[in-house]
């Protein structure tokens, strides 16, 4: 017996449906007893992982219902098991296929609803950096200001959505909190409307504001590729008044989003 | 280093600390818990995440048990997480760091569970072989847990005393004996689990895990029923358990003694009292010991 050979056997044993040849294989028991035995294992696997996809995406889950989630959820797991044993990034690539399961049910903005969940996640275990502060801003020269490069911490997050996203997901949390079943409360609406959030780390929790289109196209510079303060100033050259790119650059030292290049 | 607590454990029972508990664990801030132990691999990303472990650590020992290091895969531990561990060890000193007797890595997947080896030479040499890489490259012993199983291979030929013992002997690591884990295997796989403690060699044990099991009904030919223990670490440290810790202690004398709760959870203090009974039988051995 190879090691190897019977970890590769129990892998593809685990996630699909014909676990027949492995059994028989490597298993001391009779055919009824080796499949008990082994269901174990293959519930605790999909199981926990469906659940690590739950805790990542709550509002997804209350949306749709449990059952469905968790159906959806093994299907998904079923193709995209995990490379790393850490879990924290498991489940970026969800989004995508959540997004494409609320399509095939007529619902655009399923996908909208795990983009924002999983951007609050991806903040939360975010790479740690060492960010500029608003005491910092205080101790830099008017003339080396505009030449310092800096960029959007790692933690940091941007989302745009098409819907009223952060409404449904408050009202789909609160159903939940009153024990309620899937789906979203009679009378509310989905509203089309056009929001740009900004997600960032605070001491034990991620926090989320709304954005204006021009700050949020600054930002979105910054996450690309390393900028001066001259560059960001050109961005808001158009504005006329100029409190909104001093209240930009207190926004970007006040929530730490900075680190210097 | 953000640490500001001292580095071993004040008394030899400790709970494992989840989620759940951060909160009443740092309000309440038990004197008779000497440390809490956590997965490390809940604390891989930064920022808000590793807010209360540090807060944790300003007044606890910490102890670091990971579930991901896969040390019976035929392959080599991931070089990033350990680089990642080993990072986290230095910020935050944990007294120990512990894995498993099992796999969960194939190739590039990840099955998140602690998965079943087949007790054979090539094993043996594979867990011998992927400890000695950890070791060498945390600088540090570690401490190997023993697995719970339902499920074994045709093919085998050492027991699993036989097994941890050589690894020990072979690596110069510790072992992690989890009592729980010895009587659910005992159960599913029909042997004495006092005749397995009796063959340990329980110099090497450093820690002991207590946790709670549940029963399933399986179904076999004919229609015929088996119960299965499951390691759900879900409820109370069951009496036959607690009876098999008696009998370990008696004979390995006093070790550091943690209480496992992963589902399910009861109230933080419910889960602290699990440990002072654990704290009590060592101490009525301790007693025996002495007279």
Same mark, same amino acid.
């Given at each position: 017996?190879?090691?190897?050979?019977?970890?590769?056997?129990?892998?593809?044993?685990?996630?699909?449906?014909?676990?027949?040849?492995?059994?028989?294989?490597?298993?001391?028991?009779e055919?009824?007893?080796a499949?008990e035995r082994?269901?174990?294992?293959k519930?605790? %696997?999909?199981?926990?992982?469906?659940?690590?996809?739950?805790?990542?995406f709550?509002a997804?889950?209350?949306l749709?219902g449990?059952?469905?989630?968790? !159906?959806?959820?093994?299907?998904?797991?079923?193709?995209?098991?995990?490379?790393?044993?850490?879990?924290l990034?498991?489940? !970026?690539?969800?989004?995508?296929?959540?997004?494409?399961?609320?399509?095939?049910?007529?619902?655009?903005?399923?996908?909208?609803?795990?983009?924002?969940?999983?951007?609050?996640?991806? *903040?939360?275990?975010?790479?740690?950096? $060492?960010?500029?502060?608003? $005491?910092?801003?205080?101790?830099?020269?008017?003339?080396?200001?505009?030449?310092? %490069?800096v960029?959007?911490?790692?933690?940091?997050q941007?989302?745009?959505?098409?819907?009223?996203?952060?409404? %449904?997901i408050?009202?789909?949390k609160?159903a939940?909190?009153?024990?309620?079943?899937?789906?979203?409360?009679?009378?509310?609406? %989905?509203?089309?409307?056009?929001d *740009?959030?900004?997600?960032?780390?605070a001491?034990?929790?991620? *926090?989320?504001?709304?954005?204006?289109?021009?700050?949020?196209?600054?930002l979105?510079?910054? $996450?690309?590729?390393? *900028?001066?303060?001259?560059d960001?100033?050109?961005?808001?050259?158009?504005?006329?008044?100029?409190a909104?790119?001093a209240?930009?650059?207190?926004?970007?030292?006040?929530?730490?989003?900075?680190?210097?290049? | 280093?953000?640490?500001?607590?001292q580095k071993?454990?004040t008394?030899?029972?400790?709970?494992?600390?989840?989620?759940?508990?951060?909160?009443?664990?740092?309000?309440?801030?038990?004197?008779?818990?000497?440390?809490?132990?956590?997965?490390?691999?809940?604390?891989?990303?930064?920022?808000?995440? @590793?807010?209360?472990?540090t807060?944790i650590?300003?007044?606890?020992?910490?102890?670091?048990?990971?579930?991901?290091?896969?040390?019976?895969?035929?392959?080599?531990?991931?070089g990033?997480?350990?680089?990642?561990l080993?990072?986290l060890?230095?910020?935050?000193?944990?007294?120990?760091?512990?894995?498993?007797?099992?796999?969960?890595?194939?190739?590039?997947?990840?099955?998140?569970?602690?998965?079943?080896?087949?007790?054979?030479q090539?094993?043996l040499?594979?867990?011998?072989?992927?400890?000695?890489i950890?070791?060498?490259?945390?600088?540090?012993?570690?401490?190997v847990?023993?697995?719970?199983?339902?499920?074994q291979?045709?093919?085998?030929?050492l027991?699993?005393?036989?097994? @941890?013992?050589? @690894?020990?002997?072979?690596?110069?690591?510790?072992?992690? @004996?989890?009592?729980?884990?010895?009587?659910?295997?005992s159960?599913?796989h029909?042997?004495?689990?006092?005749?397995?403690?009796?063959?340990?060699?329980?110099?090497?044990?450093?820690?002991?895990?207590?946790?709670?099991?549940?029963?399933?009904?399986?179904?076999?030919?004919?229609?015929?029923?088996?119960?299965?223990?499951?390691?759900?670490? =879900?409820?109370?440290?069951?009496?036959?358990?607690?009876?098999l810790?008696?009998?370990?202690?008696?004979?390995s004398g006093?070790?550091?003694?943690?209480?496992?709760?992963?589902?399910?959870f009861?109230?933080?203090?419910?889960?602290?009292?699990?440990?002072?009974?654990?704290?009590?039988?060592?101490?009525?051995?301790?007693?025996? =010991?002495?007279?």
């Amino acid at each position: 017996m190879l090691l190897k050979n019977l970890q590769h056997a129990f892998k593809e044993a685990s996630t699909s449906q014909n676990a027949k040849d492995f059994l028989e294989t490597y298993l001391p028991y009779e055919n009824k007893e080796a499949q008990e035995r082994f269901a174990i294992y293959k519930n605790n %696997i999909m199981g926990s992982l469906s659940s690590v996809l739950a805790d990542a995406f709550p509002a997804c889950e209350k949306l749709v219902g449990e059952d469905f989630f968790r !159906h959806k959820a093994y299907k998904f797991i079923e193709k995209n098991l995990p490379q790393k044993a850490a879990l924290l990034h498991y489940g !970026h690539n969800f989004v995508g296929y959540f997004e494409g399961v609320g399509r095939e049910n007529n619902y655009g903005y399923w996908g909208e609803v795990a983009g924002f969940e999983w951007a609050q996640h991806a *903040c939360y275990y975010g790479a740690d950096a $060492q960010t500029l502060s608003l $005491q910092d801003l205080a101790t830099f020269d008017e003339e080396v200001f505009g030449s310092l %490069i800096v960029m959007l911490a790692p933690a940091i997050q941007l989302l745009k959505t098409t819907y009223n996203i952060q409404d %449904i997901i408050e009202v789909v949390k609160i159903a939940a909190n009153d024990k309620e079943e899937g789906g979203i409360k009679e009378g509310f609406e %989905i509203n089309k409307t056009y929001d *740009c959030y900004l997600f960032y780390p605070a001491e034990s929790k991620s *926090c989320v504001e709304k954005m204006s289109p021009v700050a949020f196209k600054a930002l979105e510079a910054l $996450q690309k590729a390393p *900028c001066s303060f001259e560059d960001l100033a050109a961005m808001f050259a158009e504005q006329e008044d100029e409190a909104v790119f001093a209240s930009f650059i207190t926004l970007l030292f006040d929530k730490k989003l900075l680190i210097r290049m | 280093m953000l640490t500001t607590h001292q580095k071993r454990p004040t008394s030899l029972g400790g709970v494992g600390l989840r989620y759940k508990h951060y909160q009443e664990a740092l309000e309440q801030l038990p004197p008779k818990i000497g440390w809490f132990e956590v997965h490390p691999e809940n604390f891989f990303g930064g920022g808000p995440s @590793l807010y209360h472990l540090t807060k944790i650590r300003e007044h606890y020992p910490l102890s670091f048990h990971g579930v991901g290091l896969s040390l019976g895969s035929d392959q080599e531990p991931d070089g990033q997480h350990l680089q990642i561990l080993k990072d986290l060890i230095k910020r935050f000193e944990p007294f120990q760091f512990s894995d498993h007797v099992s796999w969960s890595a194939s190739g590039n997947a990840h099955l998140n569970d602690l998965l079943p080896l087949p007790y054979t030479q090539e094993t043996l040499d594979r867990l011998c072989r992927n400890i000695d890489i950890t070791q060498d490259f945390l600088g540090q012993e570690i401490l190997v847990e023993n697995p719970s199983t339902y499920i074994q291979f045709k093919e085998g030929v050492l027991t699993e005393p036989q097994l @941890l013992n050589t @690894l020990a002997k072979r690596t110069g690591c510790k072992l992690l @004996l989890d009592v729980n884990n010895i009587f659910v295997q005992s159960h599913n796989h029909h042997f004495d689990p006092y005749a397995y403690i009796d063959a340990m060699n329980l110099d090497s044990v450093q820690e002991i895990h207590l946790a709670g099991h549940t029963e399933r009904v399986i179904e076999k030919r004919n229609q015929e029923k088996e119960t299965l223990l499951v390691d759900t670490h =879900n409820r109370h440290v069951c009496q036959k358990v607690w009876d098999l810790y008696r009998y370990t202690v008696a004979k390995s004398g006093p070790v550091l003694t943690l209480i496992e709760w992963d589902q399910d959870f009861p109230t933080f203090q419910e889960l602290c009292e699990e440990s002072y009974k654990a704290q009590d039988i060592m101490g009525q051995v301790d007693q025996k =010991n002495v007279a």
